[in-house]
C-alpha cells in the first residue's frame, strides 16, 4: 500500500527501508562508541587525584546534552513515521 501511495515500486521502497535500518543500525553503532568512550573518560577522571568534581560535572553535563538531543531526534523520527 505504502508503495502505491508513494508511486514506487514494491522493490524501490524495500531498497529504501532497507537503507533506513542500516543507518539506524549505523547511528547505534555511533552512539554506542560514544557511551564507551565517555565511560572511559568518567573513570579516568574518577582515578585521578581530586579535586575531579568540576571536571566530573563537565562531562556529566556533556552526555545530558547528548542524550536530550537523541530524545529529540527520536521523537521526530516518530512524527515521520505517522
Known sequence: MAAS???ISQSDLEDILELEDEEEQEKAKTTLQKDQEWLAQVQTIMESQLPFASR???VV???MGEKEKLSED???LL???R
Open 5 to 7: 501511495i508513494l508511486n
Open 56 to 58: 566530573l560535572a563537565e
Open 61 to 63: 553535563l556533556e552526555k
Open 74 to 76: 527520536c521523537a521526530l
Open 79 to 81: 512524527k515521520v513515521e
